[in-house]
């Protein structure tokens, strides 16, 4: 069964083709992604590499972490399942209404 791994601390520049070819040492890669950013479509700085079997995820977490990859040392650890989000645009309740006048409160009063 194939096992997800977490690769961060990613150079901006680290393609896919390179993740793919530094973890294929440790043995068969299924998959390779860097996360990029959705408006600039630049390099988040961490990706995920599926290895094909857990003999090999292990193999390879003990053989990359900490090594350099793209002039960056990398951290490479077992990738966590995904964690559920709300889906109200990133405010968590607690945050929503209060004054909407903005943050420029003091000075005089005198001078309107």
Partial sequence: MAKK??????????????????????????????????MSGRSKGFGFVEMSSD?????????????????KNVTVNEARPMESRPRDGGFRQGFRGGDRRGGFGGGRKDRW
Avoid: M, P, R
């Fill in 5 to 38: 791994l977490f690769v961060g601390g990613l150079s901006y520049e680290t393609t896919e083709a390179t993740l793919k070819e530094a973890f294929a040492q440790a043995g068969t890669v299924e998959s390779a992604n860097v996360i990029t950013d959705k």
């Fill in 55 to 71: 003999e090999e995820a292990q193999k390879a977490i003990e053989t990359l972490n900490g090594k350099e990859i793209d002039g």
